[in-house]
């Protein structure tokens, strides 16, 4: 019943191969319109930024036709403390595109969500972006701003904080769930391992051409906590996933990431054969029972509703 649910709107999603930063300031729906309940959270960074971030109770299948253009009244199942999961956005699109998807398939499992939109991006603060660089130092603010408020609401279970990304938001999760305690673990998706390996990666498969030049990372960006350079160290539960034919960040990428993790953590590699990077050819498109098996288990750890 959910996976039919689920068909009704997955074909939503961000095929933008941007290969930098683009941001997207209109929501093209909203989850009131999919029956979804949530609310807007008040997330302010350390230095000033206004973070539009929705938060999604766990909560039924919503039925059939209950879409409206105004939001639901917020409500609970209960006054339970939850798994709950922070989902970023990648480097173009916003909250509105895959996430209401993701965010329906975990809210109806018993986990919370939580998504946001980066400066600039969505309805967060105005904050210019140099469409050459592949991501800012200070979406690593933003992620933290979000996880702090998350951890503080009164439904969360804070042992139970897990942070999802793909392709740019993938490292930043990465590096969000190593440089906070109140983060579980990570579900990552088309990983790059460092700059190192993918900016040459970039240049040699961009369809126009773009050189070094325009792929830049700023001079204060941890380089050094990219996936895998922080990897020995990380110390948290992690899915890394990636399709076989991802031609962006691929599958070596993730296998380099997993190989240099330390034993003894919750740690698993998940190759969507047939998948590629984004868009339609995204794992969670092409394999929706799969991702949602796999991803939902590693934070309950038992099978799909």
């Known amino acids: 019943e959910m996976m039919r649910h689920i ?3 997955i074909g939503i999603f961000v095929s933008i191969y941007s290969y930098a930063i683009i941001p997207d300031r209109k929501y093209v729906r909203l989850p009131q319109e999919v ?21 999604y109770p766990a909560q039924d299948v919503p039925a059939e036709n209950t879409g409206q253009s105004e939001m639901l009244p917020y409500k609970t199942i209960d006054d339970s403390r939850r798994p709950t999961l922070i989902i970023c956005n990648g480097d173009a699109g916003n ?21 946001f939109d980066w400066r600039g991006f969505g309805e967060s603060s105005e904050f210019e972006m140099n469409p050459d660089y592949l991501c800012y130092t200070e979406m690593l603010t933003d992620f933290d701003a979000v996880i702090k408020a998350v951890s503080k609401e009164k439904v969360v279970d804070r042992k139970k904080i897990y942070v999802m990304g793909w392709s740019t938001g993938a490292y930043l999760a990465m590096i969000a769930a190593h440089n906070n305690r109140q983060v579980k673990g990570c579900i990552l998706s088309g990983t790059p391992s460092s700059f190192e390996d ?42 890394l996933v990636v399709g076989s034919e991802d031609n962006r960040t691929p599958q070596w990428m993730s296998e380099k990431i997993y190989n240099a993790l330390p034993a003894g953590i919750n740690k698993k590699l998940s190759v969507y054969e047939g998948a590629g990077h984004g868009g339609t050819e995204f794992p969670f498109f092409v394999d929706w029972g799969r991702w949602a098996e796999e991803t939902v288990g590693i934070m309950l750890e038992e099978s799909v509703i």
């Open 7 to 9: 068909f009704l709107f």
């Open 198 to 239: 993918a900016i040459p990666h970039l240049v040699k498969v961009h369809p126009k051409g773009k050189t070094e030049k325009n792929l830049l990372v700023p001079d204060d960006f941890p380089r050094g906590q990219m996936p895998a350079l922080v990897a020995p160290k990380f110390r948290k539960d992690i899915l």
């Open 35 to 55: 029956g979804l309940i949530y609310k807007e959270m008040d997330v302010t960074t350390k230095d000033g930024y206004r973070i539009e971030t929705w938060f």
């Open 95 to 115: 909250m509105s595109y895959q996430q209401i998807s993701l965010a329906y398939l975990y809210a109806a499992n018993g986990i919370n969500v939580v998504t």
